[in-house]
Nanobody, 119 residues
């Protein structure tokens, strides 16, 4: 059974930082592409960043230069370091397997972790 467990969310002021973690189990993590999505009230699901099995990364334009995705295959964990946070980054953040720009195409999802950025 695939399990994805996110942690690290919280409340910060604008300009602050958070580091999200997603612990994965139940599948071959080393060979899997992983992604971070976010969902804010009244907004569509958005692919924030993804990391391929070879370590290459993709970022959504609004987070380029502020967020960094990384993976630790030894511990089956994917991270999202978020710096210079803005109020518009407020959302529930999810990690997922087989990420795509189309949220419906991701295969497995974690339960999500809330990120709240105040101005």
């Amino acid at each position: 059974e695939v399990q994805l467990v996110e942690s690290g969310g919280g409340s910060v002021q604008a300009g602050g930082s958070l580091r999200l973690s997603c612990s994965a189990s139940g599948f071959n993590f080393d060979d899997s592409d992983m992604g971070w999505y976010r969902q804010a009230p009244g907004r569509e699901c958005e692919l924030v960043a993804m990391i391929y099995s070879d370590g290459a990364a993709y970022y959504e334009d609004s987070v380029k230069g502020r967020f960094a995705i990384s993976r630790d295959n030894a511990h089956n964990t994917v991270y999202l370091a978020m710096n210079s946070l803005k109020p518009e980054d407020t959302a529930v953040y999810y990690c997922a397997t087989d990420p795509s720009s189309d949220c419906t195409e991701a295969t497995d999802w974690g339960q999500g972790t809330q990120v709240t950025v105040s101005s």
